[in-house]
């Protein structure tokens, strides 16, 4: 299972231990998204950094998306099917996407990938970025509502 997470809040006024966590997930900026397979070692850091980002599990459909339109190589150029078919044994985005959600590759480990997405705003905005999810708010864990939220900011 991969997790989506997205940063939803910026970086005035935000403790040392947490800004460090950020860093190590390359969440440096408001509206990144990056993608983490399920372990124990990032549900912690999840944990660490839920009052200012969202996460859930990324569906297929959505992930392909994600890629063809906001995946970028080193230089800020576009990713394309033309580069996967040279540097990755994935010829489309959609069969990248789907070994990326049954954890046979990492996206960080096509070479000269970006590892993260820069998105845009979420389209009607957010519904607030001090409560959590379950409290009708934007931060934390939200399942499958992840997909919903990358739809809108795309």
Not at 59 to 83: A, F, M, N, V, W
Not at 88 to 108: D, G, R, T, W
Request: with cysteine.
């Amino acid at each position: 299972m991969v997790y989506a997470v997205i940063r939803v809040r910026g970086t005035v006024n935000v403790k040392p231990d947490i800004k460090r966590t950020m860093q190590l997930l390359r969440l440096t900026h408001a509206n990144h998204c990056v993608l983490l397979e399920e372990n124990v070692v990032h549900k912690g850091m999840l944990q660490i950094v839920k009052d200012y980002t969202t996460w859930g599990e990324i569906d297929k459909q959505t992930l392909t998306k994600l890629l063809s339109s906001r995946g970028k190589l080193i230089g800020d150029k576009p990713l394309t099917e033309e580069y996967l078919k040279k540097a990755a044994p994935y010829h489309s985005f959609e069969k990248l996407a789907e070994a990326i959600v049954e954890n046979k590759v990492k996206y960080k480990d096509i070479p000269e990938v970006k590892p993260l997405f820069r998105l845009n705003p979420p389209k009607k905005g957010h519904r607030t970025v001090k409560r959590s999810f379950v409290n009708k708010g934007s931060l934390g864990y939200r399942k499958d509502a992840i997909n919903i939220l990358i739809e809108r900011m795309l």
